[in-house]
């Protein structure tokens, strides 16, 4: 019983660290390709004319050492004021991958991003996350943000933004990513 203790913690903690092994958002990146684009309409109330907002949620396979080749995926979450708006807050943007029935994190920031000025826009990454180099096994990957939207009436609404679903090879922050010899 004492060994399978410190076992299980140690293993959870893997766990929670996978994501986290993703190399942080970096502006110098190159877009080599959007995939799994997916734009969505939130409307206040149902009512365009009381408030509209446009969202945005994809994924992007990007260049980190300016060969021209993409080497490393990362999610893309955008809001952007149609009318109505105050501010936005991102609360979490995930880049996630399928794994049986279930969608395992493999990378994500959850540092709130807040939008200023008028009209509102907000743009949020998460960390990129390097292929894989031992692996050329494509997987299925989406992109998840959870936002909240201030109308100018004072009211918050509360949505998820799901990207449509798109294929790409395992990176190396995955859960699943074998150990290197």
């Known amino acids: 019983m004492r060994r399978i203790?410190?076992?299980?913690?140690?293993?959870a903690l893997v766990a929670l660290a996978g994501p986290a092994l993703a190399e942080p958002p970096n502006p110098n990146h190159v877009?080599?390709?959007?995939?799994?684009?997916r734009?969505?309409?939130?409307?206040?109330?149902?009512?365009?004319?009381?408030?509209?907002?446009?969202?945005?949620?994809?994924?992007?396979?990007?260049?980190?050492?300016?060969?021209?080749?993409?080497?490393?995926?990362r999610g893309r979450g955008a809001l952007l004021e149609g009318n109505g708006v105050d501010r936005f807050?991102?609360?979490?943007?995930?880049?996630?991958?399928?794994?049986?029935?279930?969608?395992?994190?493999?990378?994500?920031?959850v540092n709130d991003a807040v939008s200023s000025g008028q009209p509102a826009?907000?743009?949020?990454?998460?960390?990129s996350s390097g292929y894989f180099v031992g692996n050329r096994e494509i997987v299925t990957y989406r992109v998840v943000h959870v936002d909240a939207i201030r109308w100018i009436d004072g009211t918050v609404g509360n949505r998820t933004t799901v990207s449509n679903t798109f294929t790409a090879r395992m990176?190396?922050?995955?859960p699943d990513c074998p150990d290197l010899p």
């Open 5 to 11: 203790l410190p076992l299980a913690l140690a293993l």
């Open 31 to 37: 877009l080599i390709q959007t995939v799994g684009r």
């Open 39 to 73: 734009l969505v309409a939130y409307n206040h109330f149902g009512d365009p004319n009381r408030g509209h907002v446009t969202a945005s949620a994809q994924g992007e396979l990007v260049d980190t050492n300016n060969n021209g080749l993409a080497n490393a995926i």
């Open 89 to 109: 807050r991102m609360y979490s943007i995930n880049l996630q991958r399928l794994r049986a029935a279930d969608w395992v994190g493999v990378a994500r920031d």
């Open 121 to 127: 826009y907000l743009v949020n990454y998460t960390p």
């Open 171 to 174: 990176v190396a922050s995955d």
